[in-house]
């Protein structure tokens, strides 16, 4: 196997060999350490972290329709049930203010909501949404 060119002071200029079983060595504890690197954090850690960006607890509540725009930027593309948007989704980051000033949004043409994936359905079945219905809200561009 050939290493890396002129890695070594005085090493040939047409390349350097080293062993196979050697490079394989030397790969496996690059692995090591870049896989030590990223190890996961804790469950409880990882909650805290998103209870805070996503505006859940109390010190991370932001009030206004400015703040509308940011949590709705934050969710963009995430897709939940409809009936899920306001009372489980919005309301928790802001009280009961945040789906009426979506609804304003959406109304301003600022956002969309749609479906992501088509609808597995029968042609007898009507076609109108229901709560359960899996929507995401899009910013327009």
């Not at 504890?29 to 030590?36: G, M």
């Not at 932001?62 to 009936?83: C, T, W």
Request: some cysteine.
């Amino acid at each position: 196997m050939q290493c890396a060119p002129n890695s070594t002071p005085g090493a040939v200029a047409d390349g350097e060999w080293c062993e196979r079983r050697l490079l394989a060595r030397i790969h496996r504890y690059t692995v090591k350490r870049l896989r030590a690197e990223i190890e996961p954090v804790e469950a409880r850690d990882f909650l805290r972290f998103l209870f805070e960006w996503q505006r859940v607890t109390p010190a991370g509540r932001m009030e206004g329709p400015d703040a509308v725009g940011a949590i709705l930027g934050q969710l963009e593309g995430f897709e939940a049930p409809a009936s899920a948007w306001e009372t489980e989704i919005l309301s928790p980051t802001n009280q009961r203010i945040r789906a009426r000033v979506a609804d304003e949004q959406c109304l301003a043409g600022r956002y969309v909501w749609t479906r992501l994936a088509r609808r597995k359905s029968d042609s007898e079945r009507n076609a109108a949404p229901v709560r359960g219905t899996p929507i995401v809200l899009l910013a327009k561009t």
